[in-house]
Every structure is written in C-alpha cells, then in structure tokens.
C-alpha cells in the first residue's frame, strides 16, 4: 500500500454530518471543508492536526475555494444565495456577495481575480470579483452544473454538465460559450485537468472514469471505478488521481499514465468528498458518519 493511514481530526462532535468540497492553503497546509448540515465551513490546521475554528452563516455550504493571490477562502452558501470570502489569516468573513438562487461550483482565475460561480438551480455560470462584490458576465448553461475548473493555458473555463452529459469550455474573458465536449458517460460529476498531458479527467455517476483531450474532446482514456464517484483531486507528483466514492465507501487511486486503479482503500458509507496537500502528500478524506476527517500520506520513494 502506497497510502497508510496517520490519523483523525474531529469535526464533529455530534455526528453525524454531511461534509461538501474542501480545499486548502498549499504554504501551512490548512484545510477548510464545507459543512452542509451545520451551515458553516470547518478550518483544521496542519501544523496541530486539529479542528479550532468554524465559519459560521454559510447556510447549506457547498464549494470551496482557494484563492492564493488574495490569501483567501471563498465559500458557496448554497440555501441563500451567497458566497462568503474569508481571510486566511485572521479567520474572519471578509464579506458575503448574492450571487444567485443555488451556487455551488467554484473556479479562480488569479490573473483577473475572478471567481466563476456556477448555479444548480438557475443552470448559469456568473464572474465575480469578490473584492468589490461586483457581478463581471453571466452565461446560461446547457443544463445543471457540476464541478468546474480554470484552464490558465487556454484562458478557459471548464464546466461538467451532469444532463446532457457534457464538459463545456467558456471564454475566461467574458465566459461566451467555446466547445461544448459530449461525454460518453451519464453524469459527469468530479472534473481536473492533468496539465502534463492537457487531458480532462471527469468522474461520471454510473461509475466511470473518462479522459478527454482538452483540445478535441477525443476520449484518450478511461477507467471503470467502483461505484458513483463525487470529488477527485490529481497528485501531479505521483501522477495519480484519486476518486471519492460515497458507495460502497472507498478512495480509489487511478495512475494517469494507464488509467488503472493502484489502489483502493476502505473509508466509510458516505465518505465521497477528499482534498489532497501535495506538498505534504497528504489525502484528507471527510466521514459524515463519525464527524472526522482521515488522514492518509503517501509513501514518496
């Protein structure tokens, strides 16, 4: 096993919960997950491996974010509308922006400093600046959003669309429609980009791993996983992916190179969103169940 298990966070202390995406600071390693249930986000630090602090008012929180160029967390709030920036340092909402009836989906543009929202209910993809709270462009969708992403070497966003089954590319500009990529595989969920081979990595519902050229949308790989996947997050160092998947309760680890799963481990019912450290090399992966997050670190030979 390339993955062993060095411990536990406790979230919770009257579980159980019902973690969302997390996302984390690459220079101290601290970790923020979004809490659906509680409505509010959860910082656990790297340095104590603890759980001190909540965001609260984050009300049916979804997304999250990492915004490096301003030192911030954004967070989607789904059940009203809103996503909130927090500082990474003193821990304090910076400010709370509407952005529209359900977003979700989060990506960051760092040049422009930008944040795209994509909305579950109103299917639209809007830019915001998060500084001023000023909406930049609004697109409509072809159907519900999933996870999205930014492309900094095509200037271009990138949007799972769970029916039809599509990954579309948007303008970062101004997010006018560019590609509209069919995939050959019901509800594409968990997306990422291996920069290396400029290939698009979407995990699909009926338990499916599919890799599109980013350029062509030609399928160049794909993988069958265990059971309906939600997040994914790419260890560039190892050239691995690993995949959440609530059902049975597991994390598979797929190598990138022949899109064969090398590992699988045991998790718990429920578990299906991880964030990953690679500086660290350090999988967290969130269990509503028990209110904890698992760590695990990878084996670097």
Same mark, same amino acid.
């Given at each position: 096993?390339s993955?062993?298990?060095?411990?536990?966070i406790?979230?919770?202390?009257?579980?159980?919960?019902?973690?969302?995406?997390?996302?984390l600071?690459p220079?101290?390693?601290?970790?923020? /997950?979004?809490?659906?249930a509680?409505g509010?986000?959860?910082?656990?630090?790297?340095?104590?491996?603890?759980?001190?602090?909540?965001i609260?008012? =984050?009300?049916?929180?979804?997304?999250?974010?990492?915004?490096?160029?301003?030192?911030?967390?954004?967070?989607?709030?789904?059940?009203?509308g809103?996503?909130?920036?927090v500082?990474?340092?003193s821990?304090?909402?910076?400010?709370?922006?509407?952005?529209?009836p359900?977003?979700?989906?989060?990506?960051?543009?760092g040049?422009?400093r930008?944040?795209?929202?994509a909305?579950?209910?109103?299917?639209?993809?809007r830019?915001?600046?998060?500084?001023?709270?000023?909406?930049?462009?609004?697109?409509?969708?072809?159907?519900?959003p999933?996870?999205?992403?930014?492309?900094?070497?095509?200037d271009?966003?990138? &949007?799972?669309i769970?029916?039809?089954?599509?990954?579309?590319?948007?303008?970062?500009?101004d997010?006018?429609?560019? &590609?509209?990529?069919?995939?050959?595989?019901?509800?594409?969920?968990?997306l990422?980009?291996?920069?290396a081979?400029?290939?698009?990595?979407?995990?699909?519902? /009926?338990?499916r791993?599919v890799?599109?050229?980013?350029?062509?949308?030609?399928?160049v790989?794909? =993988?069958?996983?265990?059971?309906?996947?939600?997040?994914v997050?790419?260890?560039v160092?190892?050239?691995?992916?690993?995949?959440?998947?609530g059902?049975?309760?597991? /994390?598979q680890a797929?190598?990138?190179?022949?899109?064969?799963?090398?590992?699988?481990i045991?998790?718990?019912?429920g578990a299906?969103?991880?964030?990953?450290?690679?500086?660290?090399?350090?999988?967290y992966?969130?269990?509503?169940?028990?209110?904890?997050?698992?760590?695990?670190?990878?084996r670097?030979?």
């Amino acid at each position: 096993m390339s993955l062993h298990l060095v411990g536990a966070i406790q979230i919770l202390n009257d579980p159980p919960g019902a973690f969302d995406h997390a996302d984390l600071d690459p220079d101290t390693g601290t970790v923020v /997950v979004a809490n659906a249930a509680q409505g509010r986000l959860e910082i656990l630090f790297a340095q104590t491996l603890r759980h001190e602090l909540s965001i609260p008012d =984050c009300s049916d929180a979804s997304g999250v974010l990492y915004l490096p160029e301003l030192r911030s967390f954004v967070g989607a709030a789904r059940a009203n509308g809103r996503v909130i920036l927090v500082d990474a340092h003193s821990w304090q909402a910076i400010r709370g922006i509407s952005v529209g009836p359900r977003p979700n989906g989060l990506a960051w543009d760092g040049g422009r400093r930008l944040v795209l929202v994509a909305d579950v209910k109103d299917h639209s993809a809007r830019l915001m600046d998060v500084l001023s709270g000023s909406s930049v462009a609004q697109t409509a969708l072809p159907g519900r959003p999933r996870w999205c992403l930014y492309d900094a070497a095509r200037d271009r966003y990138w &949007v799972n669309i769970v029916e039809p089954a599509l990954v579309v590319g948007l303008r970062g500009a101004d997010l006018q429609m560019e &590609v509209e990529f069919p995939v050959a595989a019901a509800g594409p969920h968990g997306l990422a980009l291996d920069e290396a081979t400029g290939r698009l990595l979407v995990a699909c519902d /009926v338990g499916r791993l599919v890799a599109l050229d980013r350029d062509t949308g030609r399928v160049v790989g794909e =993988c069958m996983l265990a059971g309906p996947p939600d997040v994914v997050w790419l260890n560039v160092l190892k050239r691995r992916l690993y995949v959440a998947i609530g059902e049975p309760g597991c /994390v598979q680890a797929i190598d990138l190179d022949t899109y064969e799963i090398v590992e699988e481990i045991v998790t718990e019912q429920g578990a299906h969103t991880l964030t990953f450290d690679e500086r660290r090399q350090r999988l967290y992966v969130f269990l509503p169940k028990t209110g904890q997050a698992a760590i695990y670190e990878e084996r670097v030979r």
